[in-house]
Structure formats: C-alpha cells, structure tokens
C-alpha cells in the first residue's frame, strides 16, 4: 500500500479519512461539511455532526 496520499486508490484515502472533518462538494453546488463515520463500496458516505 502507497504511503504518499497522492499514490492511493480512491477508497484507500477515503478508508483513511474516517474519523475526520471532511468537506464535500456535491452537484448543484450544495457544500457539506461534517465528519466521516463510514462509506461503502459505491463510495455513499455517512457523516455526522454535518453543517451545510
């Protein structure tokens, strides 16, 4: 497994990012904020405490 985050596959930073305050930008330019509890293999994400 790469050790440089801009070697990762995708899932691998995700699987790294739980835990964290996460920023995510959606379609339609709606923002949200929050921090990552888990996501599945269709990267759905769930987040907790989230700010819009």
């Known amino acids: 497994m790469a050790s440089n985050p801009s070697q990762l596959l995708p899932q ?3 699987d790294r990012c739980i835990g964290s305050k996460i ?3 959606m379609k339609g330019d709606k923002e949200l904020v929050g921090t990552l509890k888990g996501f599945d293999v269709y990267v ?5 405490d989230v700010t819009e």
């Open 12 to 14: 691998e930073l995700i």
């Open 23 to 25: 920023w995510v930008i």
């Open 44 to 48: 759905n994400m769930v987040l907790e």
